[in-house]
């Protein structure tokens, strides 16, 4: 094969009708290409979908019942045969050309083990420019920034779900199961997917390439469309960034507190201004500094 499509899902049922749909779109490229379906414990109708999806397709359904995306992630790498695997989730949309964008950037590319793609939003219903604002700045929805152009990219950078890895760069390479296992008991931060890259490329942007034509969707539902739920997911990304911690970013109770402190600050000021969309940017900045300390406090 030449490439390897991981799918996770846990109680994705809700999604993966469309997300399936898109796949069935995807072009696959000369040498053969396999999906892979990783049933994480789940309680809804994925597993059935994920069968009916199979039949008749080159799909692999696998069953983990080990809780946890890290883990599901594992076991879908264990199975893969493909050259290049590329990793995505059970809520995004690929575009048709998708595969073929990174198998054109891995022949341009053969010094380059790790390749990321463009994420934009599908939103549920229609968005405030502040929403639509914050996705194209890359700062919501796990989008990436609009307008980026292709070249080297940092790996803390790189999204889960959608993302491109030489099968020979792997080694031992394998998704942390303990503190960044993301759906895992107690375990809500994730940092799973940029831990994963890091092992294999280091912290060096050069060895990681944005592809902008390998470009999914993320869909976006109602409920997420909230600035309450923004927070909330930043706060997870802030724990999730200290768990994670490397020596080049090494996160201090007083460092954070201090700049908790001036966002809280820096909000208040440009909502007196009335400069809204600098007041919910320092908002997000507020909820991933909220995170982390959360997660210094712990310790």
Not at 159 to 180: E, I
Not at 253 to 270: D, E, K, M, Q, T
């Amino acid at each position: 094969m030449d490439v390897s499509i991981i799918l996770p899902s846990y109680n994705g049922a809700e999604t993966l009708p469309r997300t399936l749909a898109a796949l069935d779109r995807v072009v696959a490229p000369p040498g053969g290409m396999e999906i892979i379906l990783v049933e994480n414990n789940s309680a809804d109708d994925t597993a059935r979908l994920m069968h009916g999806f199979a039949e008749g397709r080159v799909v692999q359904v696998l069953s983990e019942p080990r809780q946890g995306k890290s883990h599901a992630l594992n076991t879908a790498l264990d199975a893969a045969q493909g050259a290049l695997i590329v990793f995505t989730d059970d809520d995004t949309l690929a575009d048709p050309d998708w595969v073929m964008a990174y198998v054109r950037a891995a022949e341009a590319h053969p010094d380059i083990s790790v390749f990321a793609g463009q994420i934009r939003p599908d939103f549920s219903k229609p968005a405030a420019a502040w929403l639509s604002q914050l996705a194209d700045a890359g700062r919501s929805f796990g989008c990436t920034a609009l307008g980026r152009p292709d070249g080297p990219y940092e790996p803390l950078w790189v999204k889960g779900a959608n993302f491109a890895v030489r099968a020979s760069a792997l080694a031992t390479a394998r998704f942390d199961v303990a503190a960044l296992n993301f759906g895992a008991s107690g375990q809500t931060a994730g940092g799973e997917d940029t831990e994963f890259v890091r092992s294999i490329v280091g912290t060096d942007p050069g060895r990681v390439r944005f592809v902008g034509e390998a470009c999914v969707r993320h869909i976006v539902r109602a409920d997420e469309m909230t600035l309450g739920s923004i927070f909330a997911r930043y706060v997870r990304i802030g724990e999730g960034q200290v768990n994670m911690q490397t020596a080049e970013r090494a996160y201090t109770r007083i460092g954070v507190a201090a700049s908790i402190l001036r966002s809280a600050a820096l909000v208040a000021a440009y909502a007196l201004t009335f400069q809204r969309q600098r007041a919910i940017s320092q908002i997000v900045t507020l909820a991933a500094q909220t995170g982390r300390i959360k997660a210094l406090m712990r310790r």
